[in-house]
């Protein structure tokens, strides 16, 4: 007898957690000859080269921050190129002694394994075609998979509500399970809302916004990108997770799904192309099959819940001078922190700050849901401020429910007047931060760490779609600390491994009303010296700034 999906998923959950005593069931070992290949391509079908940008967008991070109007740049293939540059791309390469090198991108990953797939949805201009395109970020290039009567994409743009063209993100789950078993499941939806948030600030660089479209089901996605009349590798198909529009007038866009007969008229076009086989063999994972299966946003018409906190109230003002460009390319994950050393409190708060949902900053302005999320804060070296463990609830609703979820005998004394940001209880909170991060040394060297707690239970057994946007929204969360991070000199960590239960023990939960989905620390980070940096694009003869 088939289990109903909110079962299904969250006994997945249960099942996916680590503990103590027990990790969630993987491999084992890591098979290194049959490692997944970074890069997807689809052979067979027709390129189109991109250029590298001349110049960056001149605009600083804290005007994205503030809301600050960006001139809308028009639709070229150039400034398409520069989109995808800045959200997908590659941001260097690494290289170590007896180690060989490896490619960073501008959008994280767990494990630099990068599961997530981007896939276009373009009006003509000069020098592209109408039609469904894979991007190929190694080679900076766009794939063609199907072409399209321009008529149709005048009717998407109509539609819409101005120029503008479609991006959909879709995920390979194999790229993580190769590595982290049954757990992988949850690193690609948090891939996922890392790419969401690099996406929807590039398109604010160009005066551009990306808009959430709930209104497509799954099935949907899968006729749009032809991937149904697709022969997978075996284990290797890309599953659709999420699409956005993106007004190239800087709008919001006008409908949540597609016009009439839009999709029938898709389907009948020819698709090209066969996707690259990324491991010589592959290990199968049922349990993440059913997870996504049972996660499908099935219907359409089904809202999305907002809790929103602010509209346009009072943010933080006083960000370095540093282009938003510059700080995007710079992204790196730390993977040693001097635990020596402070951050001042305007550093803290900046990065607060950003992760708060607003609707009119990117990426929050996305539509996506906001607000349900709080962060549980082990502040351990911050200026300022005593070290403890420290709530961020934005929302009067949010607040309300964690308090009551927690242990009865926090202080929830309010510590600041700009953020709404509490101190739980006083202490030093180094040594529980690294033990309960899978005892990794960084959540406790950093300056403050953090577990992102997502209202989980209701949401769920209601919804389970909402498994999906829950861990989305972590991950934009995540992305921005990590660029809020940059942009004061500091480096962040996403961090996937650690003990759920023991987290939720810590803080009083008792239940399934929240779930810690993903944690993060930030801090001063020390440089493994012994690593070269390389441009992103010298293996093709182009030169960056790495």
């Keep these: 007898m088939e289990r109903p999906a909110p079962v299904t998923i969250i006994d997945y959950h249960n099942r996916s957690k680590h503990d103590f005593g027990r990790m969630a069931r993987s491999a084992g070992y890591l098979d290194w000859s049959n490692q997944p290949f970074p890069f997807r391509y689809y052979q067979g079908a027709e390129q189109v080269e991109l250029a590298l940008l001349q110049s960056d967008p001149v605009v600083n991070f804290g005007d994205l921050m503030s809301a600050k109007t960006v001139p809308a740049c028009r639709f070229t293939l150039d400034s398409l190129a520069g989109l995808l540059e800045l959200s997908l791309g590659l941001s260097a390469w690494k290289a170590a002694p007896g180690a060989g090198k490896w490619a960073l991108r501008i959008n994280p990953s767990s494990g630099n394994l990068h599961p997530t797939e981007a896939h276009l949805i373009l009006p003509s201009t000069a020098g592209l075609q109408a039609g469904i395109y894979h991007y190929d970020p190694y080679h900076h290039r766009l794939e063609r998979r199907a072409l399209l009567d321009d008529s149709l994409m005048q009717e998407l743009e109509a539609w819409f509500g101005g120029p503008g063209f479609m991006v959909v993100l879709s995920t390979i789950f194999w790229r993580e399970s190769w590595k982290y078993g049954e757990r992988a499941y949850r690193y690609c939806l948090l891939d996922t809302g890392h790419g969401l948030a690099a996406v929807s600030l590039?398109?604010?660089?160009?005066?551009?916004?990306?808009?959430?479209?709930?209104?497509?089901?799954?099935?949907?996605?899968?006729?749009?990108?032809?991937?149904?009349?697709?022969?997978?590798?075996?284990?290797?198909?890309?599953?659709?997770?999420?699409?956005?529009?993106?007004?190239?007038?800087?709008?919001?866009?006008?409908?949540?799904?597609?016009?009439?007969?839009?999709?029938?008229?898709?389907?009948?076009?020819?698709?090209?192309?066969?996707?690259?086989?990324?491991?010589?063999?592959?290990?199968?994972?049922?349990?993440?099959?059913?997870?996504?299966?049972?996660?499908?946003?099935?219907?359409?018409?089904?809202?999305?819940?907002?809790?929103?906190?602010?509209?346009?109230?009072?943010?933080?003002?006083?960000?370095?001078?540093?282009?938003?460009?510059?700080?995007?390319?710079?992204?790196?994950?730390?993977?040693?922190y001097d635990a020596s050393r402070s951050i001042p409190r305007d550093a803290f708060v900046a990065l607060l700050d950003a992760v708060l949902p607003s609707r009119i900053t990117p990426p929050f302005n996305a539509g996506l849901g906001a607000g349900q999320v709080g962060l549980v804060i082990f502040v351990h070296r911050v200026e300022g401020l005593a070290p403890g463990l420290y709530c961020l609830a934005p929302g009067r609703k949010l607040l309300d429910s964690l308090r009551k979820a927690m242990a009865s005998d926090f202080n929830w004394r309010r510590v600041d007047d700009l953020l709404p940001l509490y101190l739980l209880t006083e202490g030093d909170f180094t040594r529980q931060a690294a033990e309960l991060s899978c005892r990794q040394p960084i959540a406790g060297d950093s300056a403050f760490s953090l577990a992102m707690l997502a209202c989980f239970g209701s949401l769920v057994s209601g919804d389970p779609h909402f498994y999906r946007l829950l861990h989305w929204q972590c991950g934009m969360i995540g992305h921005m600390l990590y660029l809020a991070a940059e942009t004061w000199g500091l480096r962040g960590t996403g961090i996937g491994c650690y003990f759920d239960d023991p987290v939720h023990h810590l803080v009083g939960l008792g239940d399934d009303t929240f779930q810690s989905l993903y944690h993060f620390t930030v801090g001063h980070p020390l440089e493994d010296r012994r690593l070269q940096t390389l441009e992103p694009y010298h293996h093709l003869g182009l030169t960056k700034d790495a």
């Excluded at 899968?222 to 956005?244: H, S, T």
């Excluded at 346009?312 to 995007?328: K, N, S, T």
Aim: charged share 25%; proline share 7%; hydrophobic share 40%.
């Design 202 to 336: 590039a398109a604010a660089l160009f005066g551009w916004r990306y808009s959430y479209l709930p209104g497509l089901s799954d099935e949907q996605l899968v006729g749009l990108l032809g991937f149904d009349r697709v022969q997978w590798p075996a284990r290797e198909k890309e599953v659709p997770q999420v699409a956005g529009w993106i007004s190239c007038q800087g709008r919001k866009a006008e409908n949540a799904g597609l016009p009439g007969d839009w999709m029938s008229k898709v389907r009948q076009c020819r698709f090209d192309g066969r996707p690259n086989r990324l491991s010589r063999e592959q290990v199968a994972w049922p349990v993440i099959e059913a997870a996504s299966l049972a996660t499908v946003k099935s219907d359409p018409s089904a809202p999305v819940c907002h809790w929103w906190y602010r509209e346009g109230d009072q943010r933080f003002e006083f960000w370095p001078e540093v282009a938003a460009a510059r700080v995007i390319r710079r992204r790196r994950s730390g993977t040693e």
